[in-house]
């Protein structure tokens, strides 16, 4: 599955959405990936993670829902070094 580029289950990816006229694909969500740069971008400069995900926290950055009642963070808007 992987070498045809399709997906192998897993959490739901931040800056993807499934593609709707094929669900093993992923398209890009364009909201989303602007919060992965900016992600990216203030690790690039230095930043721990931790004050990553303090920011992040902070500014109420959404994060994918799982929809799991398991990940009671994300459903609470904190975001967590392993995110």
Known sequence: RA???LVNGGSPLLGYDRDP???GKRIVN?????LVKE???MYDDGQ??????DHLTKE???R???GSEKYR?????RWTIKA
């Not at 364009?30 to 602007?34: G, I, K, R």
């Not at 963070?73 to 808007?77: L, N, R, T």
């Open 73 to 77: 963070h994300i459903k609470e808007g």
């Open 48 to 53: 721990s993670l931790s004050s990553i995900t």
């Open 21 to 23: 006229t094929n669900a």
């Open 3 to 5: 070498m045809r580029g």
């Open 39 to 41: 992600i990216y971008a």
């Open 60 to 62: 109420s950055a959404k």
């Open 30 to 34: 364009d909201a989303e990936a602007a």
């Open 64 to 66: 994918k829902d799982c």
